[in-house]
């Protein structure tokens, strides 16, 4: 039988176009590399899209090529993002905070044959350059600069090579399979694997990642996105922006909590979205600043677990609601979000704020299972733990350049994290598998421990790691860093701890740093930890 409707394919194209059609004047605010502020909105954003994609060709860089960015959030990236995927190209964004070789290996992996970078990232690409197999071409993200020329003599400016090219050129009409952006996870053992996403795959990601129960980005809204446009597509937020037409301001290198605050005061900051280690720079800043932030309404935290203590902060101080997601640079990354159901809204605020702490529920387009180690479904009750595994309309089905699938016999994606799902559906993330503590056979979880610790008025970040034991093999030991000037000693801490858990999950010790060693993506190293203090018991 044959449909009556139309089939238009899901290109990336169709957003940016959406977006310079409907929402031309709308601004997308830039903070550059150099500090200073650049003002465009959708309809330049898209002609230098177009334009780019002429120079692309122009240059003769393969139809199908991968392109490298090594960039900050701010409008370059931004025209790379859609200009390059538009053409049919790869977008791959190279996290810089991963080690020079892992980046060494990935551009050589994905057979890169351009690099976009910006003036921070000029020592490193100089570094890495002469081991890149496969790049014909390093463009640098701005205006001829002669200190960039010395250290990379071929390179080519980009706003250069835009002011001689035409916005009359046309997109090519692509198949809606058609790769469009790969992403690296970081992961802490082996070489980094690559997910390759396609036009489809992000476009349906767009419109069921932002549902009212999802981001809810509309146009009304002016969006912070902190989360790097280089950690898994800045979670999807740059597609969704050209497909509601918002305010976007993009941070540019400025991550630190006084930076955040002037943008968002400055700018009207409705939406932010980032890690909570973003959040706490930002809420210190809060506190020695004084400001209120008036224009923020919602912040979405994921990546790592959303401490209760922040969300307290957030909502009681600033009437801000912090929306916990989960995801994974294999579901693209938008997996679960925190919205509430109808009957939750009568609920005590304790229970109500209970609900909200847990990572959410599945978006339309994902779904989840918990399964035993002998892959043997676990019931969803709220309490049973199991491996969290999904499946969905955008969820990887085997790395880039693999040569099996990343799927159970049945087509599941393993997530690696140990979770448990109530009747609801909502999902609380319980550990990473790996992370977990074993002690004399009884599993205890990281995550619950860092959570307590956290909701210490003196603790500003805390970790919980395996420590080698004599007798029960493994027992927990917490990694703490105070808040500046507080005191806290090891007793004080190891009591909080009671009537918060069982006595035996109770940490042996507690180490007070600096500092936690963080990851190319915010989180906190545990492997590096578990190297370190692995033995501070034995
Ligand atoms: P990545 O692919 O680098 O984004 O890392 C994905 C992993 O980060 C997930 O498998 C989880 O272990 C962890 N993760 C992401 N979001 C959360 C969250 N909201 N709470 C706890 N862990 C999270």
């Not at 060709?57 to 490298?68: F, I, K, N, Y």
């Not at 001829?144 to 400016?157: G, M, R, Y």
């Not at 916005?167 to 692509?174: N, Q």
């Not at 010790?509 to 492997?527: C, E, H, R, Y």
Request: net charge negative; proline share 5%.
């Amino acid at each position: 039988m044959q449909s009556s409707m139309m089939s238009m394919p899901l290109t990336i194209s169709s957003l940016i176009e959406h977006a310079a059609r409907y929402h031309g004047e709308t601004e997308v605010i830039s903070v550059e590399t150099d500090g200073t502020v650049a003002t465009s909105n959708w309809s330049r954003i898209e002609s230098d899209a177009r334009k780019l994609s002429a120079v692309l060709s122009s240059l003769h860089v393969s139809s199908d090529a991968c392109c490298a960015t090594v960039a900050w959030n701010n409008k370059r990236h931004l025209q790379i993002y859609f200009g390059v995927a538009a053409g049919g190209r790869v977008c791959h964004t190279i996290n810089p905070r991963l080690f020079p070789e892992q980046i060494e290996y990935i551009v050589n992996h994905a057979a890169d044959e351009v690099v976009f970078f910006d003036k921070t990232f000029t020592p490193l690409v100089r570094a890495l350059k002469d081991k890149l197999q496969t790049v014909k071409h390093y463009i640098f993200m701005g205006e001829s600069d002669d200190e960039v020329k010395t250290a990379i003599p071929e390179v080519l400016f980009y706003d250069e090579l835009l002011a001689s090219a035409s916005d009359d050129y046309i997109w090519p009409a692509l198949d809606e399979n058609t790769p469009s952006s790969l992403c690296y996870t970081s992961g802490t053992t082996g070489h980094p694997k690559g997910v390759l996403y396609t036009h489809r795959t992000t476009v349906l990601h767009s419109i069921g990642g932002n549902q009212p129960d999802g981001l809810a980005i509309s146009a009304k809204d002016t969006v912070l996105p902190v989360v790097p446009m280089f950690h898994v597509n800045a979670w999807g937020v740059p597609y969704i922006a050209a497909a509601v037409g918002c305010r976007m301001v993009l941070p540019g290198p400025g991550l630190d909590g006084d930076s955040l605050v002037r943008l968002i005061d400055g700018y009207g900051v409705s939406l932010a979205l980032g890690v909570p280690t973003i959040w706490i720079g930002l809420l210190a800043a809060l506190e020695k600043t004084g400001s209120k932030v008036p224009s923020l309404k919602r912040t979405v935290v994921g990546g790592s677990a959303l401490p209760t203590s922040m969300l307290q902060d957030f909502r009681d101080n600033y009437q801000v609601d912090s929306i916990h997601a989960w995801g994974m640079t294999e579901t693209s990354p938008l997996g679960t979000i925190n919205q509430p159901l109808f009957k939750h809204l009568e609920l005590p605020e304790a229970e109500y704020e209970h609900v909200r702490l847990g990572q959410g529920r599945p978006l339309y387009g994902i779904e989840l299972r918990l399964v035993d180690d002998d892959g043997v479904q676990v019931a969803e009750d709220g309490e049973s733990h199991g491996r969290l595994q999904t499946r969905g309309l955008w969820v990887v089905s085997q790395y880039y350049k693999a040569s099996e699938s990343a799927l159970s016999e049945d087509g599941w994606f393993d997530t690696g994290d140990v979770a448990t799902i109530d009747n609801d559906g909502y999902l609380i993330i319980r550990d990473r598998s790996k992370d977990m503590i074993k002690s004399g056979g009884e599993w205890i979880s990281s995550v619950e421990l860092e959570n307590i610790a956290m909701s210490h008025p003196s603790i500003a970040q805390a970790a919980a790691i395996a420590a080698a034991h004599k007798q029960w093999d493994e027992r927990p030991v917490m990694i703490v860093v105070r808040h500046e000037n507080a005191e806290l000693r090891e007793d004080e801490l190891l009591q909080f701890f009671d009537n918060k858990i069982a006595s035996w999950q109770k940490p042996d010790a507690v180490i007070f740093v600096d500092a936690l060693p963080l990851g190319g993506t915010g989180k906190v190293l545990k492997t590096r930890l578990r190297e370190q203090y692995g033995r501070h018991l034995l």
